[in-house]
């Protein structure tokens, strides 16, 4: 069984920058679609970023619109780690965020419904 494990979040001021990362265990082949999804408190919780992963390769990530020009998302297939990094950082991105992974059928989504596993979250805080 996959096992996501999250870490980097912190607190911040408005435009500092956060590197978090996502070390996965468990993975037994296959093509994967992992990413980054964040829940602020009272609202449902949003893909970030996501990316097709397989055991050698790396497809074309998709980021949200919101973040586009300031997140990126990346793995170091060596380390078994998935990373977001987050530049100018604004204090509308304050939320919990986790790491997901789930079976590759096609298409790599930003829903949550299609992630079947998850990591128990880090908190990421902007303070202006």
């Known amino acids: 069984q996959v096992q996501l494990v999250e870490s980097g979040g912190g607190s911040v001021e408005d435009g500092g920058s956060l590197r978090l990362s996502c070390v996965v265990s468990?993975?037994?082949?296959?093509?994967?679609?992992m990413g980054w999804f964040r829940q602020a408190p009272g609202k449902e919780r949003e893909g970030v970023a996501v990316i097709e992963t397989s055991g050698v390769t790396t497809g074309r990530p998709r980021i949200a619109d919101s973040v586009k020009d300031r997140f990126t998302i990346s793995r170091d297939r060596e380390k078994n780690t998935l990373y977001l990094q987050m530049n100018t950082l604004k204090s509308e991105v304050t939320a919990m965020y986790y790491c997901?992974?789930?079976?590759?059928?096609?298409?790599?989504?930003?829903?949550?419904?299609?992630?079947?596993?998850w990591g128990q979250g880090t908190q990421v805080t902007v303070s202006s």
């Open positions: 468990g993975y037994t082949g296959g093509n994967y679609c």
């Open positions: 997901a992974a789930g079976l590759f059928r096609g298409y790599c989504t930003t829903s949550a419904s299609s992630y079947n596993y």
